[in-house]
């Protein structure tokens, strides 16, 4: 049985929210990632062979498959989809440890808002391998797809991201999911977005 969803599906706020989606998406693809793709492109050529973008399918609103954008972090490898990046993980770049501590890898994110298959904000998306790993043992797991994922959300903006190591940590974001689903209004998502980038660094930092 699903969950009530407070006004996140109302058809005006739906609306509403692919707008802000559309208008903030464009605002960062023609004036930030138009010089970021190029600059960042020569130097992961320069420290890897591969492609710029990396493309991993993951799971979106209501169990849809779609390709998630990222700049490429790593050398290219089988484990990419079966495995959370660890600390000091040889499979990641130099330029990727800087693209990753900043999240500037997931900039291209904005490219999936942009075509309606992500969010600004929302739960994010994981890879379809792990989420398969976590769906029948996290209480209510599925219910975090009830909404679009999203480039930032609630769970990262609390300290919830990157690697998982332990339950407790997918139970969290999980649980933080559905409250944000919950409870969406647009003043919440203002909120998040404000909030994402003193959370991002402060990530960043404490990493080593």
Avoid at 64 to 90: A, G, Y
Avoid at 189 to 202: G, Y
């Amino acid at each position: 049985m699903l969950e009530k969803i407070s006004s996140i599906d109302n058809d005006i706020n739906t609306f509403l929210k692919r707008v802000f989606d559309i208008l903030f998406s464009s605002f960062i693809i023609v004036f930030l990632l138009s010089w970021m793709y190029p600059l960042f492109a020569l130097i992961i050529k320069s420290q890897s062979s591969g492609p710029v973008i990396y493309k991993q399918l993951r799971e979106g609103k209501n169990g849809v498959h779609f390709m998630c954008l990222k700049f490429r972090s790593m050398h290219l490898n089988e484990d990419s989809d079966n495995s959370w990046t660890k600390l000091n993980d040889p499979r990641v770049t130099r330029f990727g440890v800087f693209l990753r501590r900043t999240s500037l890898d997931e900039f291209p994110q904005f490219l999936n808002v942009f075509i309606g298959s992500m969010s600004i904000v929302g739960p994010r998306p994981h890879p379809i391998q792990l989420n398969d790993l976590y769906r029948d043992r996290v209480e209510k797991f599925s219910l975090r797809h009830q909404a679009k994922p999203g480039v930032t959300g609630l769970s990262q903006m609390k300290g919830y991201r990157g690697s998982i190591t332990h339950y407790h940590e997918i139970s969290a974001r999980v649980k933080l999911d559905r409250f944000y689903i919950q409870n969406w209004s647009f003043l919440f998502d203002l909120k998040i977005i404000l909030l994402t980038i003193p959370a991002t660094l402060q990530w960043g930092l404490s990493r080593k």
